[in-house]
């Protein structure tokens, strides 16, 4: 078993989780306080969902740079970078970058068609009825529980192999700033936080980058780091690489994973509600140029953190100041994303420790806040205003966006833990998502693109399409190796 040496106190965890946690729910309630008080703002229902609608470019763009900013995004790059070279990091950033520029066009039909939804799935209700609706609320809420399970599993880890904090207190703590906030200022107080989580999460990057390729004393030129990327794969040559070199475009590994990526992320961006709450929130002038630049925006950060991080832990390995040595990561470790953590430990000591730790935070509270305020809004207006009570007004529905924001919150903490000790990293739940979710996508894009989709094919595909997913999944496992775990 590969240890991973501890560098940081406990305390040193606790204080980022819940002095940072504190930090920004005391400073949205503040500003959702203040904005009542001196500009008049209301806190109604319709508020709370859609921020009035009038969302303006910059921040759209951010909130959704923000919310595509998972820990995968810095974590599972890098890992990428790590395992197949510089093609693993450049199909990562490239392969979920598409995603989000080519959901501008949905964001421009929801406002030319329904500018009035609150949720995607009330779309899907108006034309396909009842069943449709039901099948579509499966995927929505799958894609919310997959995507926060695998941003609460990589930060508990990273958390508990920096700082020795138990995985219980992580999961727990991690989520209880972001549902206090969320409670108070509805989905106005995820856009502002996002823009401050955004530009905090890329100036620890451009840290990362200037150490490792300008200032470090262990590496500190891209051409130290080029000799010992090139001596990396002298001791441990990369299977189906081009001559086993990092250095290299040609990647079976990479290029395998590409596919995984593109079709995987494009059920977490168009079928997660978080996405639609934005285009919903947006005014119709900032949809589209708020989602091409967020995209735009997003592309260099995985790609840039996995060229730095990834190439920063194979170039130290070797070293005594890597967490692990003498011994190479593991494979579980490597998918539950500690790569960067072991590069930012070994290159820059405890200082890269508490770097990391900040990143993964921000990383994380911002991605669980798009699901918290997504899943608020399916359960107030596709759940309970629709199957509970349908007069439900006003303060009922502020009232259930708030028992949702809870529910969820602990629900899915108690599902992490469950994961983390079934042994389920966020790897594997990143590579699993396409095979549950995207059969939906093609019907809702359909849903506003084409008038002549009908019920029938809308809610049969998504299922046919889950159930033959799955079972290829089994097959090809099974023929490949022999057994199923």
Not at 190 to 219: E, N, P, Q
Not at 416 to 424: F, H, K, N, Q, T
Request: with cysteine; charged share 10%; net charge positive.
């Amino acid at each position: 078993m590969v240890e991973f040496k501890q560098v940081l106190p406990q305390g040193a965890g606790y204080a980022i989780v819940c002095g940072l946690g504190a930090v920004f729910a005391g400073g949205m309630i503040a500003t959702t306080k203040m904005l009542k008080r001196y500009q008049k703002e209301i806190m109604t229902a319709e508020e709370f969902s859609t921020a009035g609608r009038t969302v303006k470019t910059g921040l759209v763009a951010s909130a959704v740079v923000s919310s595509w900013i998972w820990a995968s995004t810095l974590l599972t790059s890098t890992a990428m970078q790590y395992n197949n070279g510089v093609f693993g990091g450049y199909t990562y950033s490239a392969g979920a970058s598409f995603q989000i520029i080519a959901f501008s066009i949905l964001a421009i039909k929801t406002k030319q068609k329904a500018p009035n939804a609150h949720t995607y799935l009330e779309i899907v209700k108006a034309r396909y009825g009842t069943i449709g609706h039901c099948v579509y609320l499966f995927y929505a809420l799958a894609t919310n529980i997959l995507v926060t399970a695998m941003l609460i599993t990589s930060g508990s880890e990273v958390f508990s192999k920096i700082t020795g904090m138990h995985h219980i207190a992580t999961s727990f703590l991690l989520p209880l700033g972001v549902v206090l906030y969320t409670m108070i200022g509805g989905i106005k107080a995820t856009f502002l936080t996002d823009y401050l989580h955004t530009c905090a999460i890329i100036i620890i990057v451009m840290y990362f980058a200037f150490k490792v390729y300008a200032t470090s004393d262990i590496l500190g030129s891209p051409g130290k780091v080029y000799d010992l990327i090139r001596e990396a794969a002298k001791r441990h040559p990369v299977a189906h690489n081009y001559k086993g070199e990092y250095m290299t475009m040609e990647s079976k590994g990479a290029g395998i994973f590409l596919v995984i990526n593109l079709v995987g992320n494009f059920g977490t961006v168009f079928l997660d509600n978080g996405y639609w709450n934005k285009a919903i929130s947006a005014s119709p002038a900032a949809a589209l140029p708020g989602y091409v630049m967020g995209g735009l925006a997003w592309m260099p950060v995985p790609f840039l953190i996995s060229l730095t991080m990834g190439f920063a832990a194979l170039a130290t390995e070797n070293l005594p100041s890597f967490p692990t040595y003498p011994d190479r990561l593991s494979s579980y470790d490597i998918s539950s994303g500690l790569v960067v953590p072991a590069a930012a430990i070994s290159v820059m000591g405890k200082g890269g420790a508490v770097a990391t730790l900040l990143m993964v935070f921000l990383a994380v509270t911002s991605g669980f806040a798009a699901e918290v305020i997504a899943v608020s809004s399916v359960f107030t207006y596709d759940i309970y205003r629709t199957y509970v009570n349908p007069n439900a007004r006003g303060k009922k529905l502020i009232y259930s966006s708030h028992v949702a924001c809870m529910g969820f919150g602990l629900t899915m903490s108690g599902f992490a833990i469950g994961l983390y000790y079934g042994g389920v990293s966020m790897g594997y739940i990143y590579e699993i998502m396409g095979i549950i979710i995207s059969s939906a996508v093609v019907p809702v894009i359909l849903t506003l693109c084409w008038k002549d989709q009908n019920t029938v094919a809308a809610v049969v595909s998504p299922i046919l399409g889950t159930g033959l997913a799955i079972m290829s999944w089994l097959v090809c496992t099974r023929s490949l190796y022999k057994d199923l775990s």
